[in-house]
């Protein structure tokens, strides 16, 4: 198992901005590019009143404050030249959906996908969407804002594949604003199964790609819920992927660089369960030799370590 994407995380509430300009990005694709990463999938371009780019919709609807750089163009740009593929993440309103207004946040970012397409759809690298809000149950009207938002995404993109990124309800899906690493309970994962069989089936079609995050449940469970995820992504006909999370949940300080031993387990439960294609949150922070963490340069020596031993294998 190899990391084939990661996320871009520009817009976040929990991680610390690095500051980083054309230059430092650009020796960062240059280092992914190096680690056997093809793939870039924007975390999101919006959340709440930030944006990536100076998007008119936002700023006039929402109140946006404009961005002093357009980060979705520089990573375009980025991707063309070291021949990445780029999936453009959804505004994500932090509070129509979260309030139960699933059509309010939809509408917003129909408004957007529309915007971004016209602004963005000719760059060679566009090569699909990431739907960014985040889930693990079915909760509210979630299938129809997956469902709704991934049509329309392939209706004004000529059939780009649309991408969700899922989290489990495990032992240690904790609020980051704590210090806390584990909660009492969890679901079982028969919940878990019945929900997202339900989920998918009403999906299928819109959504192409699956990758649950692997970081909330303990590495025992792993292998388990890897295995009913790709058995359902099989059944709806969805791709399955991993996203083998690169920082760590397993310490009080949210978040810092995950030990490379168990990066290196998770990659080998994924293999073991079925899969073929990872992508991680994120390299720029947990893994990048320039990463403001001076531990995720190490990483990033041990995870090349490791990609060296199937090339001394040829």
Known sequence: MRLKGTFLDEISHDIPHQNWGADEWDRDFGYMKAAGIDTVILIRSGYRRWQTFPSKVLTEREGCYTPPVDLVEMYLKLSDKWGMKFFFGLYDSGKYWDRGYYEKEAEINRLVIDEVWERYGHYKSFSGWYISQECSRKTGKIIDLYAGLGRYCKEVSGGLPTMISPYIDGIKNISQYNSQTNKDESVSLTNHEQEW???FAGIKGAVDIVAFQDGHVEYDQLVDFLTINKKLADKHGLECWTNSETFDRDM????????????????????KAGYTNAVTFEFSHFMSPQSAYLQAGHLYNRYTEYLRTFDNKR
């Open 197 to 199: 069989d339900e989920i």
């Open 252 to 271: 009080p300080i949210k978040f810092l660089p995950i030990k490379w031993e168990k990066l290196l387990l998770k990659l080998k439960l994924a293999e």
